[in-house]
């Protein structure tokens, strides 16, 4: 009888990416949007359904999606790419330009699904390392950068789980240096003082990745989306993405959310004040905690260790992120912002357990 093949053994080595889904009160760990869709989204979304012809293939090339987050963005429909969620977008560069022999840059600690989609795909890393204060030093990128060479380099603004957006003057400066393609991860973007989407041009090695999961209340629909410069565009759509890998009733509900803006920068602004609300009393606890430009904040307990601080939240059925696992984040611990109420149960539970 014929065996297993062995896994590829690059593979066997590091654990997969995985976030606790456990049964509580308040789940606070996946920086979700804490609201669902706003009234009239379901509504409209089931008449666009009835509406669907289902028994055909979808358009291979979401062509009415891209040209709506065309002028979203304000940009041409040939600078847009659709996929499966921002991690899609993510394989799909990799497969790309990244593979066997290649080599993509990261700067820890960092999203951790770069350096997984990296060895998936193949792909060799290159990690540089954030300082204390957590940002990034441009002299670390010109090291990491001269030493490696990569071909693709990731920056995450904000950056996830630290959550401060790269400054300007930073992301210029490694497009500057970078000898391959700049991937600028903007997961959080709508929650940062500025965007990356300012430098895009068709002759500047520069993709901005976004996501619907956040503040367009659609993580259950797994849409993510790039915008680039039209020749890398073309090429994830021609060589490298799956025939019709976009289903139909994603493509509907990517357009229909769109007409939501209004809602959704209401929602920004609320998650917002929340989020400085939050800091405000974590400020008065026995905790380290770093500024955020996102809808999550980073903290680390002083008087217990964050792993003993995890376990205690969830026995009073709060659940929030455990990072003290992860590179440069000992101790650490992240917490999604979520309603008021959520909010509250969170930080009378984080003062109990301190």
Known sequence: MAAFPALRGDLGVAAGYHSAQVEVDVRLNTNESPFPPPAGFLAALSEAVADLPLHRYPDRSCLALRADLARHHGVQAEQVFVANGSNEVLQCLLLAYGGPGRIAAIFEPTYAMHRTIARTTGTTVAAGHRGDDLTLAVDEARRVLAESSPSVTFLCSPNNPTGRAEPKHVVEQVLELAPGLVVVDEAYAQFAPWTALSLLADDVPLVVTRTYSKTWSMAGVRLGYLIGPAPVVSELWEKVALPYHVDALKQAAGRLALRLTE????????????????????????????????????????SRPGEDVWEALVERSVLVRDCSSWPGLEGCLRVTIGTSAENDAFLEALEDVL
């Open 263 to 302: 809602e959704m920068e209401q929602r920004v602004a609320l998650l917002v004040s929340e989020r400085d609300r939050v800091a405000a009393r974590l400020a008065w606890l026995p905790v380290d905690t770093w500024p955020s430009d996102a809808n999550f904040l980073l903290l680390r307990p002083l």
